[in-house]
């Protein structure tokens, strides 16, 4: 007589609140991978989708809240969180949050969820909600706060992205999450400006595309510079295209822009700081002195 194998690979329950954009993508991600799975959102109907994936819908916070143990909250906004909590028990839940927050607001948050009797993990998600699902997207979430609660539910939490812990400080998911957000940013403007310049010229915006993403790329490669140079100190380390010179060679970059007839407004904040820099005598140095500028 053949044994049969029975499936008894335990799945841990997740309760969701939050269905918008990326808490849907989450929501999927959990059911697909068989996690018993219970939601709430504001706007009922946004739920009714979810429950004809075998979601169990909740008609109240607190409903949902009781429903089980993990609780994820992916709402809009600080202030979203801090209302739809309001007055609900949290004594013995494992709050993981993750709305885009401020290193202070986590830190707040961690501080209000520990008093009520609940382990604390806060989360930056570093997606958008098709990378949510699907690993070869690459996409990640930083957490941090309660290492016990991270490494408890670390399988759980890698279901819908990979799971990356930075620290038991609650506040430095969100500020690693804000670092990388304030880099691209910066990316941003500059693919902006480059795009400004070609406008109007015989340059299609499909053939600058492939040249300005590939030497984007190539110049990414001065992070590590960077980071050596800011762990050690010395600024002069490894230089190849020193401040005096780079100083110089941006008149040729704001003299092209006026040609073009395009705004200088996102390059002169930046140029301004190197020609602090090179006032205070760095001009053999990176541009690494630059952060320093920055703090206050
Ligand atoms: P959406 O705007 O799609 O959804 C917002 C959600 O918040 C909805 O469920 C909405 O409910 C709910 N909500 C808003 N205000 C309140 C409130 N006062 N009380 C209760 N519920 C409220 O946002 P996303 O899902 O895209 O984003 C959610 C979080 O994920 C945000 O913090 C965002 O920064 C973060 N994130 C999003 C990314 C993205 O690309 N989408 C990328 C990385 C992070 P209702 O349906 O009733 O309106």
Not at 107 to 120: C, K, Q
Not at 181 to 192: H, Q, R, T, V
Not at 213 to 230: C, D, I
């Amino acid at each position: 007589m053949g044994e049969k194998t029975v499936e008894t690979s335990f799945k841990a329950p997740v309760v969701l609140l939050g269905l918008g954009a990326m808490g849907t993508a989450l929501a999927r991600a959990w059911l697909a991978a068989g996690h018993p799975l219970t939601v709430w959102n504001r706007t009922a109907a946004r739920a009714e989708p979810l429950a004809a994936e075998g979601a169990a819908v909740a008609a109240t916070v607190a409903e949902a809240v009781a429903a089980g143990r993990l609780v994820v909250v992916c709402l809009l906004d600080d202030d979203s969180v801090e209302q739809a909590l309001d007055g609900v028990e949290l004594a013995g839940k494992d709050l993981v949050n993750l709305v885009t927050s401020t290193p202070g607001r986590a830190r707040a948050r961690a501080a209000w969820a520990e008093a009520r009797g609940a382990r604390y993990l806060d989360g930056g998600i570093m997606a958008v909600p098709p990378m949510i699902g699907a690993p070869a997207a690459g996409a990640y979430v930083f957490y941090s706060g309660s290492g016990e609660l991270f490494e408890e539910y670390r399988e759980v939490l890698a279901v819908p992205a990979g799971a990356r812990y930075v620290g038991a400080d609650a506040g430095y998911a969100a500020l690693h999450d804000v670092a990388l957000l304030s880099g691209m940013y910066g990316m941003f403007a500059g693919i902006a400006h480059a795009f400004a310049l070609v406008r109007g010229e015989a340059v299609r915006p499909g053939d600058l595309a492939p040249l300005l993403g590939s030497w984007l790329t190539a110049m990414a490669g001065s992070v590590e510079r960077t980071a050596e140079q800011l762990e050690s100190g010395d600024y002069m380390g490894g230089v190849v295209s020193n401040l005096a010179m780079q100083v110089a060679g941006k008149e040729t970059l704001l003299r092209t822009a006026e040609e073009q007839g395009v705004s200088v407004e996102l390059l002169t904040p930046y140029f301004r700081l190197m020609e602090h820099r090179l006032a205070l005598g760095s001009g053999a140095e990176d541009l690494t002195g630059v952060v320093d500028l920055l703090r206050r």
